[in-house]
Each structure stands twice: as structure tokens, then as C-alpha cells.
């Protein structure tokens, strides 16, 4: 029965899905390639790693903002070294968790650069703060923001000041690799899982697909649940661990 229903729950998920026509960049937060500035982010493992649920990280792992910095720029930065499938204008999804008591308090923010590039640490005019997370959920559960207007998931707005408030990233013709950063303010915003995508989604649509790309990577937590031999369905990519 379990296998079963992780078939099942993948075929929802590339239902979810199929309404996305544009074209679509998802990883991992914490696979990020280097760090800038007062190397102030960790890679923290989850109590309740998610196979396909809002209760934990995809992947087991997430990062963590360690030191307050309630300035208008980030004094430290992780660096993403990112390849997109084609050329055209893309939205921005972050999958966050603040803590229980942060509605109104100085946990529930974090930076987004204005652009592709190199953004530098303490340059205000390189950054927008994504803020006022707690105001849209403090239960310690994970949510979907979308960074790109301000708004999360289902809509509810968020706070991005001190920046562009509408921040749409573009992938030039020939230029599909770009670098890519994300900036720290307050302790304890912990970032999941990142997604660029042409269309505008919504929190179920971006749950299926993060839950659709750790399937095709075989993630270790979805093996567990994968179809064995004489299950009915199969999964495609492969399972093995990463």
C-alpha cells in the first residue's frame, strides 16, 4: 500500500505540474557552490526530512542564517553556480521556515540580488530584502514565497524593500549559465529549496515539482518508498542514492 501511494502521489504531482508550460530551474539550497563575505550561513540537517509534505526539507538538509544583520545588504552571501534549460524572463520561489514566534520579530528575512551576477556584500543597491516572512506563517512549518513580487505562494504579501520591488531575472540568448546569490539578514530564517520558473505557480503546483525533482534524483528518502518488484506503478529516473 505504501508504494502504491507514492505512485500515486507522483502522478498528482506531474498533474500539478502540467499547467506549467514555461520553463523550469529547481535545487537544493544548500548545494550552493562557495560563500561570500562573514560566512555567517550553515548547512543544518532536518528533524523531519519530507518526502512529500510541508512538515520538512526536501533532501533532508536546508541552510540557516546564523547572525542578525538588520542593515540594507547582506554581510555574507552563498553563491549558486546555475545552469538554465533556455533563454527567457523567470519568476523566483524560495521554500522557507521561520521560527514559532516570529511574526513581528527579527527572524523572518533574508536577501535577493536585483540580478544574475555578482551582487557585493554591503552594497545596498545590489539587494532587496525579502522580509516580514512571520507574518505569513510561524508555525514552524515550510512555505513558498515567491521572491520575484513580494508575494508568497498564495498570494499574501510580503515585505521587499530596500531594493527593486519587482525583480524578474533574465537568461540572455547563449548566456544560460549564471551565477546566482542569496544574502543573510536575521538569524534563524532557514531557506529549503529555490525554484526559477517562466510561469507563475502556486504552492501546490511548486510542491509537485520539488517533490517531482527529488524523485528524479533518486533521493534517498523517496527510495525508501519506491516501487519494488510485483508493486503496480513505476517511477522513472532512477533510484539509487546521489
Excluded: C, K
Excluded at 506531474?14 to 499547467?19: D, G, K, R, V
Excluded at 520561489?93 to 536585483?114: I, L, Q
Excluded at 529549496?193 to 502556486?202: A, G, Q, V
Aim: hydrophobic share 40%; proline share 5%.
Amino acid at each position: 500500500m505504501r508504494h502504491a501511494f507514492t505512485v500515486t502521489l507522483f502522478a498528482f504531482a506531474l498533474w500539478l505540474t502540467s499547467s506549467a508550460s514555461g520553463a523550469v530551474l529547481v535545487f537544493q539550497a544548500e548545494d550552493f557552490a562557495s560563500e561570500t563575505g562573514n560566512m555567517e550561513f550553515n548547512t543544518v540537517a532536518d528533524a523531519q526530512p519530507a518526502a512529500f509534505s510541508p512538515g520538512g526539507a526536501f533532501g533532508g538538509f536546508q541552510i540557516e542564517t546564523t547572525e542578525g544583520d538588520f542593515g540594507d545588504s547582506p554581510d555574507s552571501a552563498v553563491v549558486y553556480n546555475l545552469t538554465f534549460p533556455e533563454a527567457g524572463v523567470y519568476n523566483l520561489y524560495a521554500r522557507v521556515r521561520v521560527p514559532d514566534n516570529a511574526a513581528g520579530s527579527n527572524s523572518d528575512s533574508f536577501f535577493r540580488p536585483n540580478d544574475f551576477g555578482t551582487p557585493a556584500v554591503n552594497v545596498d543597491a545590489d539587494w532587496s530584502q525579502v522580509n516580514s516572512l512571520g507574518d505569513v506563517q510561524t508555525d514552524e512549518q515550510y512555505f513558498w514565497v515567491d521572491v520575484t513580487d513580494g508575494q508568497d505562494a498564495n498570494g499574501i504579501n510580503d515585505n521587499i524593500t530596500g531594493g527593486v520591488d519587482s525583480a524578474f531575472y533574465t537568461v540572455p540568448v547563449g548566456s544560460l549559465n549564471q551565477t546566482f546569490h542569496i544574502g543573510d539578514r536575521e538569524d534563524e530564517t532557514r531557506l529549503d529549496m529555490f525554484i526559477f520558473s517562466m510561469d507563475d505557480l502556486n504552492g501546490a503546483q511548486l510542491e509537485a515539482l520539488a517533490f517531482a525533482d527529488r524523485v528524479d534524483l533518486g533521493d534517498d528518502i523517496l527510495t525508501s518508498m519506491a516501487p519494488q518488484s510485483g508493486d503496480s506503478g513505476t517511477l522513472d529516473g532512477p533510484m539509487g542514492p546521489e
